[in-house]
């Protein structure tokens, strides 16, 4: 799912990444696919259809969610793993990591811990201290208040930076160990364990996906607990609950074609 060059960036103070109107339909079009693998893999999904008997429906009602609350924040999460590996990929860092999506308790379910963790390790044989671990949080605004989004996921950033991306390090060890991926189990080792394995490098993100509209009710921190890199992005979508919801609704059909 490549969507970066359907947004305009800007890099001030904060990033701006605003999606432009002109590739508003086809950015609309191609999530559909995307977004259902962020929730049963393709090998999963075929398996249910020809050995269970599942029908779309079936699959749909089980995996997708229908709370809006869940759908607004989960719409915003995917969209950000997929930018935030498009963006380091330009700047010559391949990165890896689960989707947590793929890994909730039930539909309605909220994912516990840092939204986004993704790493990236400069060789997959030895340690290095330019090898690198990212760290998201995101706030998703669709519906019209007054609160901001920024200043809510800098909150969330900074009790990732405090303790709860080492939280998070250890439920992907245990991810990786029940879906028996020794690579990846190997690969978080690396980033879950720096007084044996040695230090890397930390970028922490603030991410808050709004509609356009909304944006007047932003506001930065003028400053943060974070002493390690970080970013505040934001990004701006037209009639960002449509969306949404447009693209969850759509999903069921790349169910029938798979």
């Known amino acids: 799912m490549k969507i970066l060059d359907d947004f305009e960036i800007q890099n001030k103070k904060v990033t701006i990444l605003s999606l432009k109107s002109v590739e508003y339909d086809n950015f609309i079009k191609k999530l559909p696919d995307g977004f259902l693998f962020s929730y049963i893999t393709k090998k999963e999904l075929k398996s249910q259809k020809t050995e269970f008997g599942e029908t779309a429906s079936d699959i749909y009602n089980q995996y997708i969610p229908d709370n809006p609350s869940l759908m607004s924040g989960e719409f915003g999460e995917i969209i950000s793993h997929s930018l935030l590996k498009e963006i380091y990929e330009r700047n010559g860092y391949l990165l890896n990591g ?55 996921a800098v909150k969330d ?46 970028h922490f993100k603030a991410i808050a996906i709004i509609d356009k509209d909304f944006k ?30 447009s693209v969850y609704a759509n999903i069921y059909k790349s169910i029938e074609n798979v």
């Open 98 to 152: 689960l989707k947590k999506t793929l890994y909730k308790e039930a539909k309605n379910v909220a994912s516990h811990g840092t939204d986004i963790v993704l790493f990236h390790q400069n060789n997959r044989n030895k340690s290095s201290e330019k090898d690198l671990l990212i760290s998201a949080e995101i706030k998703t605004k669709a519906t019209k208040n007054k609160d901001s989004s920024i200043l809510k």
């Open 157 to 202: 950033a900074e009790k990732d930076n405090l303790s709860r991306l080492s939280e998070t390090l250890i439920w992907l060890k245990r991810v990786y160990k029940e879906n028996k991926d020794t690579n990846g189990f190997n690969r978080i080792q690396r980033f879950a364990d720096p007084v044996k394995k040695g230090k890397y490098k930390k």
């Open 216 to 245: 007047s009710y932003e506001k930065v921190p003028k400053k943060t607990s974070i002493k390690d890199d970080f970013e505040i992005i934001l990004v701006l979508i037209d009639n960002l609950k449509n969306s949404y919801q």
